[in-house]
């Protein structure tokens, strides 16, 4: 069996899939709790705790953003992802008016990691990054055609940045929340999220990553 479809005066000769559901790209609106459940037990075992569902409106951004990655940060100009080399304020402004719904997602790491090992936290740091991209790519399958992850610290996929020259893997690469120009604190402090800020070496802290959505 076949379904016809009649579009400007052609017929086109679809597959019947039986009874099959299709995940049909921008068929969705808003996201369901039983995807959102679905995505947070597969990615619990990568440290990831929490995903929320929130209205693109609630993202801050600001130009003291980019000041402090341009003053205060050993990325600024070394890395692909990060400024200058990441839409200004401007550009992102334009992009965040092109969605309505995003993810927040949020783990936690410890800070011992954080500060003794740059090995191990590279590693910490391209596992989460990782379960990120992965999730977006289970979104993409699931319809969203948009998804696109903002992520938590400069790219880390190759231990020293290849920029200026050409990026070994584009299309794995994504940009961190800060060289969106996006107040990551200010955002959440907008969602009602309260973040403690670690202040010793044992104290586990937060990480942050967000999913433009729809
Ligand atoms: S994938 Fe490698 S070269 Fe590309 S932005 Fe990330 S660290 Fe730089």
Same mark, same amino acid.
């Given at each position: 069996?076949?379904?016809?479809?009649?579009?400007?005066?052609?017929?086109?000769?679809?597959?019947?899939?039986?009874?099959?559901?299709?995940?049909?790209?921008?068929?969705?609106?808003?996201?369901?709790?039983? %995807?959102?459940?679905?995505?947070?037990?597969?990615?619990?075992?990568?440290?990831?705790?929490?995903?929320?569902?929130?209205?693109?409106?609630?993202?801050?951004?600001?130009?003291?953003?980019? %000041?402090?990655?341009?003053?205060?940060?050993?990325?600024?100009?070394?890395?692909?992802?990060?400024?200058?080399?990441?839409?200004?304020?401007?550009?992102?402004?334009?992009?965040?008016?092109?969605?309505?719904?995003?993810?927040?997602?949020?783990?936690?790491?410890?800070?011992?990691?954080?500060?003794?090992?740059?090995?191990?936290?590279?590693?910490?740091?391209?596992?989460?990054?990782?379960?990120?991209?992965?999730?977006?790519?289970?979104?993409? %399958?699931?319809?969203?055609?948009?998804?696109?992850?903002?992520?938590?610290?400069?790219?880390?996929?190759?231990?020293?940045?290849?920029?200026?020259?050409?990026?070994?893997?584009?299309?794995?690469?994504?940009?961190?929340?800060?060289?969106?120009?996006?107040?990551?604190?200010?955002?959440?402090?907008?969602?009602?999220?309260?973040?403690?800020?670690?202040?010793?070496?044992?104290?586990?802290?937060?990480?942050?990553?967000?999913?433009?959505?729809?």
């Amino acid at each position: 069996m076949s379904r016809l479809s009649r579009q400007k005066g052609i017929i086109l000769e679809f597959p019947d899939n039986g009874h099959k559901k299709v995940n049909s790209f921008r068929s969705n609106k808003g996201i369901s709790e039983r %995807l959102l459940q679905k995505l947070l037990e597969n990615s619990r075992n990568c440290g990831l705790e929490g995903i929320i569902p929130f209205a693109v409106e609630k993202i801050d951004v600001a130009e003291w953003v980019r %000041l402090k990655c341009q003053f205060g940060c050993c990325q600024y100009g070394t890395n692909w992802c990060c400024p200058p080399a990441s839409p200004d304020l401007e550009k992102t402004n334009a992009v965040l008016k092109e969605y309505s719904l995003a993810l927040l997602l949020i783990g936690s790491r410890q800070c011992k990691n954080f500060y003794l090992s740059n090995a191990r936290r590279r590693a910490e740091q391209v596992r989460s990054w990782k379960e990120v991209v992965g999730i977006e790519r289970k979104l993409f %399958l699931e319809g969203y055609d948009k998804a696109i992850s903002l992520v938590s610290g400069a790219c880390a996929l190759c231990r020293k940045c290849t920029y200026p020259e050409a990026c070994r893997f584009p299309r794995e690469r994504r940009p961190p929340i800060e060289a969106f120009s996006i107040d990551l604190i200010g955002t959440l402090k907008n969602l009602g999220i309260a973040t403690p800020v670690a202040q010793q070496t044992i104290d586990t802290f937060r990480y942050y990553a967000i999913i433009l959505l729809q």
